[in-house]
């Protein structure tokens, strides 16, 4: 063996079992056991928490970073596609390959192993941020595997030259498609046309969604209608959708079986969603965060996820999915020990189910990517946002986060 996690505890393991060992060879988990008896470098986890590295389903890494150059909100209003798009047209491949890189720094130091970033093409950014993508990927290789849904954000029906890039874009392998049909001038002809070009190059699909204040005119219908048109089940998710926040407790229930029945996906997005909703109102303000917690229990494969960083649609960010499960917890009042645990599992299980990974988890055979958190579970993972103390990347050492030490004096 190549190397041993010693004494680890697994979400989800009884409190009164013994921890346990996991021995990586050539990069994957070759063996889980009770004190193995085997010879290799060691890491003591001392019975904290190892979890399967955290998966980000939904960020941008093309244009994170950017708030200092972006114009500054007017009022209430974040204006937030319109400000990055007067600047998008000054982007470069070696301006977005840095910025991504930064962001992808944060990534991995707390723990991500996986991420799906969504990608903007539109004639007035070419294929720039793509390439700049790219490269970073290639760069972080070493740390984290990442996937590129490359998406219209400014309109596709309404913006011709755009869906041209798209198609480059699949051809370079882009290995899902996305949408954004609320800055389309027409709605149901860009989720049609997103549909078919997933179709015609074999892709998955990923949409931003029915963002709004009010749960008037939503998509989400077609997208369900769609997805069992073509038995894309399992194939389609869809970001945001913060109108769904909006209807009463029985809408709710009834939208989440129609998801589940249709094998379409939810991520939810809390600090882009809490900072942009409700923007029509100046007390008393809506959250506009969905129940992710809700609708995972009604059977639909949920994950919680970061979406930007640094740039107008969320000022802010340090690309902690702890920090996004403990937000939303806050958010929607989760306090129940079960709950707490799908939190966690939407940065994980659950999340891996949504970009269909078969290899992933901490058993037999998958990839030795694993985070050591200075914690005993789950639960306390997310309750008190504990840090990854180490990364694993295909068993190899990625990240190293010393515990605080605390010097009381004599």
């Not at 539109?122 to 996937?147: C, K, Q």
Request: proline content about 6%; glycine content about 8%; hydrophobic content about 45%.
């Amino acid at each position: 063996m190549d190397l041993i996690l010693r004494r680890a505890r697994l979400p989800g393991m009884d409190a009164a079992a013994p921890p346990l060992d996991i021995g990586v060879a050539d990069g994957r988990i070759a063996a889980i056991a009770p004190a193995l008896a085997a010879e290799a470098p060691e890491y003591d986890a001392a019975g904290r928490l190892v979890c399967a590295g955290f998966i980000e389903t939904h960020i941008h890494l093309d244009k994170s970073c950017i708030i200092d150059r972006c114009a500054p909100e007017q009022g209430r209003e974040a204006l937030a596609v319109r400000r990055v798009a007067a600047v998008k047209p000054g982007f470069t491949m070696e301006d977005v390959a840095a910025r991504a890189s930064r962001t992808l720094a944060k990534c991995v130091g707390h723990g991500t192993t996986r991420m799906r970033t969504h990608v903007e093409v539109d004639p007035g950014v070419g294929l720039r941020g793509f390439d700049g993508v790219l490269a970073a990927i290639e760069d972080w290789r070493w740390a984290i595997d990442v996937e590129v849904c490359v998406f219209p954000q400014e309109g596709l029906t309404n913006n011709p030259g755009t869906e041209e890039l798209m198609v480059a874009a699949l051809r370079r392998g882009a290995r899902v498609v996305g949408a954004a049909p609320g800055y389309d001038t027409d709605h149901a002809g860009q989720i049609r046309r997103v549909f078919a070009l997933a179709r015609e190059y074999d892709v998955d699909i990923d949409m931003h969604l029915d963002f709004g204040n009010t749960p008037d005119d939503m998509d989400i219908d077609l997208v369900c209608e769609l997805t069992e048109q073509f038995r894309l089940g399992g194939r389609v998710a869809v970001g945001h959708v913060t109108k769904l926040s909006t209807l009463p407790p029985a809408r709710l229930a009834a939208m989440g079986r129609r998801l589940a029945d249709a094998g379409v996906a939810v991520t939810v997005l809390p600090a882009t969603d809490l900072f942009l909703m409700g923007r029509d109102q100046d007390h008393n303000v809506r959250r506009g965060v969905v129940d992710a917690n809700l609708l995972d229990e009604l059977g639909v494969t949920c994950s919680i996820s970061t979406n930007n960083v640094l740039n107008p649609f969320t000022p802010f960010g340090d690309c902690s999915l702890l920090r996004m499960a403990n937000l939303h917890a806050n958010i929607l009042q989760v306090s129940s020990p079960a709950r707490l645990d799908a939190c966690f599992g939407m940065l994980t299980g659950r999340s891996a189910r949504l970009l269909n990974l078969a290899d992933y988890g901490v058993a037999v055979g998958n990839p030795a990517d694993l985070v050591v958190l200075d914690a005993t579970d789950a639960r306390q993972a997310v309750a008190e946002i504990t840090p990854p103390l180490a990364v694993f990347k295909r068993g190899r050492r990625s990240v190293t986060r010393a515990p605080v030490q605390l010097h009381r004096p004599h």
